[in-house]
């Protein structure tokens, strides 16, 4: 099994404002990291819920590019080389601008995942 940290969901949201309200003022969920477009909350001590606003409005996306299955390790590199030996197609490791590093694919019914570590 893969040594994986937290479990982090992340939602794609035209309504954006309104939705990290709704899950900070209505829900509760204590904001854990903010940045321009992008606001995580904490829902247990291991699971996260991201509100990520698009980049364009009025670019509609699919529904399999409205969530995101963020899962964070340790060791990008490790995680990587584990999964590719089951997954020969996987894409390589790469950097966000904002640092992390990351590789994402999709699942059989075309669901985004992501893997990432600081």
Do not use: N
């Not at 390589?92 to 601008?97: D, Q, Y």
């Amino acid at each position: 099994m893969l040594p994986v940290k937290s479990l982090h969901t992340v939602l794609i949201c035209e309504k954006w404002e309104d939705c990290v309200s709704f899950y900070r003022d209505v829900l509760g969920f204590p904001v854990l990291y903010e940045r321009e477009r992008f606001v995580e909350f904490q829902v247990t001590a291991d699971a996260r819920i991201g509100i990520l606003k698009p980049l364009h409005p009025d670019d509609p996306r699919p529904r399999h590019d409205r969530v995101i299955l963020s899962i964070s390790v340790e060791d990008i590199e490790a995680a990587h080389a584990e999964l590719k030996a089951r997954f020969p197609g996987l894409p390589a490791v790469r950097t966000h601008p904002w640092g992390p590093r990351v590789f994402e694919f999709r699942d059989p019914e075309g669901w985004r995942i992501e893997f990432w570590s600081q």
